[in-house]
């Protein structure tokens, strides 16, 4: 079945790293996703990364996937007060372009000066 | 590079009255389009997919139909507004492996 995992809320400190973890449930997921929504506005993909992959940087980002424990986490290094938002991880289950993503119910990541 | 539009922006309804929420996509052809919906304090939800001109796949059963007139553009309707279909709604475009989201209407039905 197709079930995405987070944790609800994340309260971190200026400065300090950000962990946002993801379970999901289908082994076929091909694609994983990570998503920003700030309050009131729309989905910003942040980044996404294969399943034969175990990890992905990307400036102050960096995916990990656990393909065994299907487990992925998102860290935010340096977080900033505007990385306060909704953080969303989503999956997609097959190589098929249009397939649809499951999402999460999303983190609330709020940082404090 | 691609753009989507999605409007209104915010809608409050009354119970029992009509919905049109409309979504166009440009810079690209022949998109796959999708309606989510975002309840509050939820995820979200997938509500219709559509991989071509007048192709609709529903995922839920719901209150709300949608329609894809012309190539880039997607419409979700309903005849008759409930309190439940309250929420923020996201129309997304797909064509792989590139992906994006418009910036959502927040509908409130009172």
């Known amino acids: 079945g197709e079930d995405v995992e987070q944790s609800l809320f994340l309260s971190v400190r200026e400065g300090d790293s950000s962990v946002i973890n993801c379970t999901y449930t289908d082994s076929s997921s091909t694609y994983l996703y990570w998503y920003k929504q700030e309050p009131g506005a729309g989905l910003q993909l942040l980044t996404y990364?294969?399943?034969?992959?175990d990890m992905k940087q990307d400036q102050r980002l960096t995916v990990l996937l656990n393909k065994k424990d299907k487990h992925l986490s998102l860290r935010i290094a340096d977080t900033q007060t505007g990385d306060s938002a909704i953080y969303f991880c989503?999956?997609?289950?097959?190589?098929?372009?249009?397939?649809?993503?499951?999402f999460g119910k999303g983190t609330r990541l709020s940082v404090i000066a | 590079s691609q753009t989507i539009h999605q409007w209104p922006a915010t809608l409050v309804q009354p119970v029992g009255s009509p919905l049109s929420l409309e979504c166009t996509v440009e810079?690209?052809?022949?998109?796959?389009l999708y309606w989510y919906r975002q309840a509050a304090g939820r995820g979200l939800q997938l509500l219709f997919y559509s991989v071509g001109i007048g192709q609709i796949s529903s995922e839920v059963p719901q209150n709300l139909s949608a329609s894809r007139p012309q190539d880039r553009q997607f419409i979700l309707s309903s005849k008759k507004l409930l309190l439940s279909d309250s929420g923020f709604y996201l129309c997304a475009w797909s064509v792989p492996p590139s992906r994006g989201f418009g910036p959502g209407t927040r509908l409130t039905v009172l």
């Open positions: 989503a999956e997609r289950l097959s190589d098929s372009g249009n397939t649809p993503l499951v």
């Open positions: 810079g690209t052809s022949n998109p796959n």
């Open positions: 990364i294969f399943s034969n992959m």
